[in-house]
């Protein structure tokens, strides 16, 4: 790779032991997808930050790293961990547990990265524009940034990310190249997804059936941020889609008309959205409603709380979000309602990375296709798929 005098510093060590450890994981990555050279990143978002994913090593890891001196240099956010970190009692985390979530959390403070333990920062602090380079590890945001913000990532794992935001730079290939944020499949939708849940089921379909590539999506009408939101998460759980285009609506393709022709085509209609669903949901009564993967957005929680707003939840209910839209939602009262009602507004963490088994969750309904395909391995957990409606009317 053809580095800078400034990146040749870094790499030989005379910006300090950490600097020095970050830009080699990238010049080795580089190296691997054949990069020419290194670019500037606005931000990077880092994965990996539960106990419950990484365990001993990876605190071990991140607290060596910490002491080697290692700072962010540019905004770096975090994905949910392991537990509310305010709330962890009350979500019934074991103290072992907890103590080495706190331990992890402190070595990422040590490092200067702002603690939002949120996969949706582009909701809060962390939100890129159209065309800017990001290093970001969390396949449902990476798929957002690129998709619906135009933004240019790759799929980042956590200690690259947390190398991105030491340095400040990530390799130039994959997605930060135009040439591999053209089209690879042409995607007829002949049927219109009424819901969050029949988005999050084409996503599904799609990683499914494609594995990768960059689909384009024709016959979809105007879905809102937080469909493609759910589509964006599944189709990256199901398979490795970082980007996918939808006529008309994501910016790309709004700006360039892709010419379908000559990419290999698939055709999805209402039966196929069906047998998928099959596929992965439980058919089981269970007693909790998780919701909130990704992380709720306040239009979300506004749903939520004006449907158990003065009513009693009959199921126990567990809603995920951020800090920054849990904070928003307090001042306008949903948070309120919604507790009131008898359920719970968690931050920091998620149903996929928190330790349900230990929680006594065996099963839940969701809208989640991504937490039902990582429930089950994860924790031993079954998902049953509802909508967003329908979950809180389970809920009720
Ligand atoms: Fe986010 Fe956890 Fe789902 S990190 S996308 S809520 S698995």
């Not at 999050?200 to 059936?209: F, P, Q």
Request: charged residues 25%; contains cysteine.
């Amino acid at each position: 790779m053809e580095l800078t005098r400034e990146e040749e510093r870094i790499l030989a060590g005379e910006e300090g032991e950490a600097r020095q450890r970050a830009m080699r994981l990238l010049v080795v990555l580089g190296k691997i997808f054949g990069a020419e050279r290194m670019i500037r990143v606005r931000s990077a978002q880092i994965s990996g930050v539960s106990y419950r994913t990484i365990g001993d090593a990876g605190l071990e890891f991140l607290e060596d790293f910490a002491e080697a001196g290692a700072k962010a240099s540019i905004m770096a956010t975090l994905n949910p961990c392991g537990m509310d970190l305010r709330r962890w009692k009350r979500m019934g985390i074991p103290c072992e547990f907890a103590e080495k979530q706190l331990r992890i959390a402190r070595a990422f403070a040590r490092m200067g990265v702002k603690l939002t333990w949120t996969c949706t920062p582009y909701y809060a602090s962390n939100r890129p524009r159209f065309g800017q380079s990001l290093a970001w590890a969390e396949s449902s945001a990476v798929a957002f940034a690129n998709s619906v913000l135009g933004a240019r990532t790759n799929r980042e794992g956590g200690p690259a990310a947390l190398a991105s935001a030491v340095v400040g730079r990530t390799p130039l290939y994959g997605l930060h190249l135009d040439s591999e944020r053209e089209p690879t499949h042409s995607v007829e939708v002949r049927l219109k997804p009424s819901n969050d849940l029949d988005y999050g089921l084409l996503g599904y379909l799609l990683g499914k059936s494609l594995g990768g590539g960059v689909p384009l999506l024709s016959g979809l009408g105007g879905p809102s941020l937080d469909e493609l939101k759910y589509m964006g998460a599944s189709a990256a759980a199901s398979g490795g889609i970082a980007l996918f285009h939808v006529e008309g609506v994501t910016p790309e393709a709004k700006r360039k008309r892709f010419d379908g022709r000559g990419l290999e085509a698939l055709e999805v209609d209402g039966k196929d959205l069906d047998a998928i669903k099959d596929s992965i949901s439980s058919s089981r009564d269970f007693d909790w409603v998780l919701l909130g993967c990704p992380h709720l957005s306040l239009a979300e929680l506004r749903t939520i709380a004006e449907a158990v707003r003065g009513k009693r939840l009959r199921k126990r209910l567990m809603c995920f979000t951020s800090r920054a839209v849990r904070a928003d939602a307090s001042k306008r009262g949903y948070i309120r309602a919604i507790e009131r009602a008898g359920g719970l507004v968690a931050c920091d963490t998620c149903m996929v990375v928190s330790p349900l088994e230990a929680m006594g969750i065996d099963g839940a309904y969701t809208n989640s296709c991504k937490a039902a395909h990582y429930m089950p391995s994860l924790s031993g957990a079954e998902a049953a798929l509802r909508s967003l409606r329908d979950c809180i009317h389970a809920a009720l």
